[in-house]
């Protein structure tokens, strides 16, 4: 199983990042799969999962309403679309797979002006 996670970098207040999370080594439309995060100082948090069957969705209330949680089965790819981004969302950005529990490496996000 390897996850491997893309798309992060320095983004200013209120402008949007996509995260992808590329999977391989499992069936991957059969997983759910989620995002996490871990602030300087703190703990790692859920951010996000998103299902195997029907892709339904659940967001932490940190992020409702302005990051969406997406996968393309097709491309054995889970995606984070964060818009509306806040200094507060800087963080490194974990892929996780709850089955067996397997994480990705991690993209840094750095929201700052």
């Known amino acids: 199983v390897q996850l491997v996670e893309s798309g992060g970098g320095l983004v200013q207040p209120g402008g949007s990042l996509r995260l992808s999370c590329a999977a391989s080594?499992?069936?991957?439309?059969?997983?759910?799969m989620s995002w996490y995060r871990q602030a300087p100082g703190k703990e790692r948090e859920f951010v996000a999962n998103?299902?195997?069957?029907?892709?339904?969705?659940n967001y932490a209330d940190s992020v409702k309403g302005r990051f969406t949680i997406y996968r393309v089965n097709a491309k054995n790819t889970v995606y984070l679309q964060m818009n509306s981004l806040k200094p507060e969302d800087t963080a490194v950005y974990y892929c996780?797979?709850?089955?067996?529990?397997?994480w990705g490496q991690g993209t840094q996000v750095t929201v700052s002006s």
């Open positions: 996780y797979r709850p089955v067996s529990a397997y």
């Open positions: 998103i299902t195997s069957v029907g892709g339904s969705t």
């Open positions: 080594g499992f069936t991957f439309s059969w997983y759910t």
